[in-house]
């Protein structure tokens, strides 16, 4: 496991929350989940969990992923500081593309942590792995889904799938 998804979540939090206004992530999911009667939710894979705390008990497959097609293109190169705690982490991003395992990229970073006068560094490679809208619906039929709706955003698709046979 890469360092990037072993490190706690609080860290993953601080890194990423520039990112996601969680509140309107909720309420764009939430929106879903009631249009479709949902009762209960899974979160797989969802960074720090800060997004499925604002869940009620609801169910349905909501698959939010990168666009493969919106998101490789689009990576630079980048340098970015931020505190967690009493600690002072710097993160230096750089993309690699890897054509030797698929449609991938290497994410190869460096976290150069300060505490205190103790400072420390921890370099991470990560193969990254982005889909397809057709992928994804192609993975979902044959796992015995069905799309119920393909919302598309910039680099975002998010997908609303029911099992067969459910209701």
Same mark, same amino acid.
């Given at each position: 496991?890469?360092?990037?998804? +072993?490190?706690?979540?609080? !860290?993953?939090?601080?890194?990423?929350?520039?990112?996601?206004?969680?509140?309107?992530?909720?309420?764009?999911?939430? +929106?879903?989940?009631?249009?479709?009667?949902?009762?209960?939710? #899974?979160?797989?894979?969802? @960074? +720090?969990?800060?997004?499925?705390?604002?869940?009620? &008990?609801?169910?349905?497959? /909501?698959?939010?992923?990168? =666009? %493969?097609?919106?998101?490789? @293109?689009?990576?630079? &190169?980048?340098?970015?500081?931020?505190? %967690? @705690?009493?600690?002072?982490? !710097?993160?230096?991003?750089?993309?690699? +593309?890897? #054509?030797?395992?698929?449609? !991938?990229? =290497?994410?190869?970073?460096?976290?150069?942590?300060?505490? @205190?006068?103790?400072?420390?560094?921890?370099? =991470?490679?990560?193969?990254?792995? %982005?889909?397809?809208? =057709?992928?994804? %619906?192609?993975?979902?039929?044959?796992?015995?889904? !069905?799309?119920?709706?393909?919302?598309?955003?910039?680099?975002?698709?998010?997908? /609303?799938?029911?099992?067969?046979?459910?209701?």
């Amino acid at each position: 496991m890469t360092i990037l998804y +072993s490190n706690p979540a609080g !860290t993953y939090h601080e890194i990423y929350r520039h990112i996601f206004d969680y509140d309107k992530e909720f309420e764009f999911y939430n +929106s879903l989940l009631e249009a479709h009667h949902c009762r209960k939710i #899974l979160e797989i894979g969802c @960074g +720090s969990g800060m997004l499925a705390r604002r869940y009620p &008990d609801h169910g349905l497959l /909501v698959v939010g992923i990168f =666009d %493969a097609n919106g998101i490789f @293109g689009n990576f630079q &190169d980048f340098e970015q500081t931020f505190h %967690a @705690g009493q600690k002072k982490i !710097t993160r230096i991003k750089h993309m690699e +593309s890897n #054509l030797t395992t698929g449609w !991938t990229n =290497d994410w190869c970073a460096r976290y150069i942590t300060e505490q @205190g006068t103790e400072l420390t560094e921890v370099k =991470d490679i990560t193969t990254l792995r %982005a889909f397809t809208k =057709d992928e994804i %619906a192609l993975f979902l039929k044959q796992t015995g889904f !069905t799309m119920l709706e393909v919302i598309a955003e910039e680099k975002v698709l998010t997908m /609303v799938a029911q099992k067969h046979g459910h209701a």
